[in-house]
C-alpha cells in the first residue's frame, strides 16, 4: 500500500508551484470610501469625480435624502462620510459623536421649473395659483420631513400665504430627485426643485435642453437658505482617505465649479 505524504508537505509541494501572480490575486481588495450624499448633489459629484479618475475608483456613493441617509447612520450604517443637504442633520451628528468633521462644502438653490417664458414677469405666487385653479393639476416637492429642499418648498409656500390652498395638490417625493421625476415624466404639473437638477438635466439632453432651463429662482428670502454639510464620520475605518477626499470637495478647483452646476460655494457660506 503507498503511504500517503504528510498534509504538510503537500501544502508546501502546492505553493511551491504556484504561480507568484496568482497568490497575489487572491489578496483582498482594499475597502472603497463609502459616501453617502443627498439626492441633489449625486449627480453632481458624480460628474466631479470623473475629474479624478484615482479618486473616484476608490469610493462607493450611496445616495438618498438628508433624512433617510441620517436615520441610516443613527442606525449604525458603515459609511465613511456624510454630504447632507442641511446644516442640522451634520450638527445633530456631531451632537452624538458621531462626526468628527464638518464644513459647508455649497449652497443650494430653489426653484420653480417648468415656468413659461411669458409668466417670468408673473409673480411666483400668481403662478403658483393659476396652476392650483385646476384641481387636477399637481405640484411636486421633496418630502419637508425628510428632504431639506422640501422643507425650502414647504416654506415659501407658507411664505407666500398658499400652502394651506395648495396642500391637497402636492406630491410628495421620497427626495429631491424623486420630485424632479414626477414632473419630468408628467405625473406633476410643476415643481420646487433644486436648480442643480435641472442643469444637470439639460446637459444630458442634446434635443429637448432648452426644456430644463424655464425655470425661475425662488427669492431667497422666501425660506431659509439650503445650506449642505459634510463630515467624516467618527467610526470610519478610512480616516486618512476620508481627509483626502474633503480635501478635494472644498479646495478651489471643486468649489470653482459648483456655480455651473446651481450651487454656490460652500466657501462663501462659512
Given at each position: 500500500?503507498?503511504k500517503k505524504?504528510p498534509l504538510?508537505?503537500?501544502?508546501?509541494l502546492?505553493?511551491?508551484f504556484?504561480?507568484?501572480?496568482?497568490?497575489?490575486?487572491?489578496?483582498?481588495?482594499?475597502?472603497?470610501?463609502?459616501v453617502?450624499?443627498a439626492?441633489n448633489?449625486y449627480?453632481t459629484l458624480?460628474?466631479l469625480?470623473?475629474q479624478?479618475?484615482?479618486?473616484?475608483e476608490q469610493?462607493?456613493?450611496?445616495?438618498?435624502?438628508?433624512?433617510?441617509?441620517?436615520?441610516?447612520?443613527?442606525?449604525g450604517?458603515?459609511?465613511?462620510?456624510f454630504?447632507?443637504?442641511?446644516?442640522?442633520?451634520?450638527?445633530?451628528?456631531m451632537d452624538?459623536?458621531?462626526?468628527?468633521?464638518s464644513?459647508?462644502y455649497?449652497?443650494?438653490e430653489l426653484?420653480?421649473?417648468p415656468?413659461?417664458?411669458?409668466a417670468h414677469?408673473n409673480?411666483?405666487?400668481?403662478?403658483l395659483?393659476?396652476?392650483?385653479?385646476?384641481?387636477?393639476?399637481?405640484?411636486?416637492?421633496?418630502?419637508?420631513?425628510l428632504?431639506?429642499?422640501?422643507?425650502?418648498?414647504?416654506?415659501?409656500?407658507v411664505?407666500l400665504g398658499?400652502?394651506?390652498?395648495?396642500?391637497a395638490?402636492?406630491?410628495i417625493?421620497?427626495?429631491v430627485?424623486?420630485?424632479?421625476?414626477f414632473?419630468?415624466t408628467?405625473n406633476?404639473t410643476?415643481?420646487?426643485?433644486?436648480k442643480?437638477?435641472?442643469?444637470a438635466?439639460?446637459?444630458?439632453q442634446?434635443?429637448?435642453?432648452?426644456?430644463?432651463?424655464?425655470?425661475?429662482?425662488i427669492?431667497?428670502?422666501?425660506?431659509?437658505?439650503?445650506?449642505?454639510?459634510?463630515?467624516?464620520?467618527?467610526?470610519?475605518?478610512?480616516?486618512?482617505?476620508?481627509?483626502?477626499?474633503?480635501?478635494?470637495?472644498?479646495?478651489?478647483?471643486i468649489q470653482?465649479?459648483?456655480?455651473?452646476?446651481?450651487?454656490?460655494?460652500?466657501?462663501?457660506t462659512s
Amino acid at each position: 500500500m503507498r503511504k500517503k505524504l504528510p498534509l504538510v508537505i503537500v501544502l508546501l509541494l502546492l505553493c511551491a508551484f504556484t504561480p507568484a501572480e496568482q497568490i497575489q490575486d487572491t489578496s483582498v481588495t482594499p475597502a472603497k470610501l463609502r459616501v453617502a450624499v443627498a439626492s441633489n448633489f449625486y449627480p453632481t459629484l458624480s460628474t466631479l469625480l470623473t475629474q479624478h479618475t484615482l479618486l473616484n475608483e476608490q469610493i462607493t456613493l450611496i445616495h438618498g435624502s438628508t433624512g433617510t441617509l441620517y436615520a441610516q447612520i443613527i442606525h449604525g450604517a458603515p459609511f465613511d462620510v456624510f454630504l447632507a443637504a442641511d446644516e442640522h442633520s451634520v450638527s445633530a451628528l456631531m451632537d452624538t459623536q458621531l462626526l468628527e468633521y464638518s464644513v459647508n462644502y455649497a449652497q443650494g438653490e430653489l426653484v420653480l421649473w417648468p415656468v413659461k417664458k411669458a409668466a417670468h414677469t408673473n409673480s411666483i405666487s400668481n403662478t403658483l395659483i393659476e396652476i392650483s385653479r385646476a384641481t387636477n393639476n399637481k405640484i411636486a416637492i421633496a418630502d419637508p420631513q425628510l428632504a431639506p429642499y422640501g422643507l425650502a418648498a414647504q416654506q415659501t409656500l407658507v411664505a407666500l400665504g398658499i400652502y394651506e390652498q395648495m396642500s391637497a395638490q402636492l406630491v410628495i417625493g421620497n427626495n429631491v430627485n424623486q420630485a424632479f421625476q414626477f414632473v419630468d415624466t408628467h405625473n406633476a404639473t410643476i415643481g420646487l426643485l433644486a436648480k442643480s437638477q435641472l442643469i444637470a438635466a439639460a446637459a444630458q439632453q442634446t434635443d429637448d435642453a432648452q426644456s430644463y432651463q424655464q425655470f425661475v429662482a425662488i427669492p431667497a428670502h422666501l425660506h431659509q437658505p439650503v445650506i449642505q454639510q459634510a463630515g467624516i464620520l467618527t467610526r470610519t475605518q478610512q480616516r486618512s482617505l476620508a481627509q483626502h477626499f474633503m480635501a478635494w470637495l472644498m479646495s478651489d478647483t471643486i468649489q470653482q465649479q459648483l456655480p455651473a452646476h446651481g450651487y454656490i460655494s460652500g466657501k462663501r457660506t462659512s
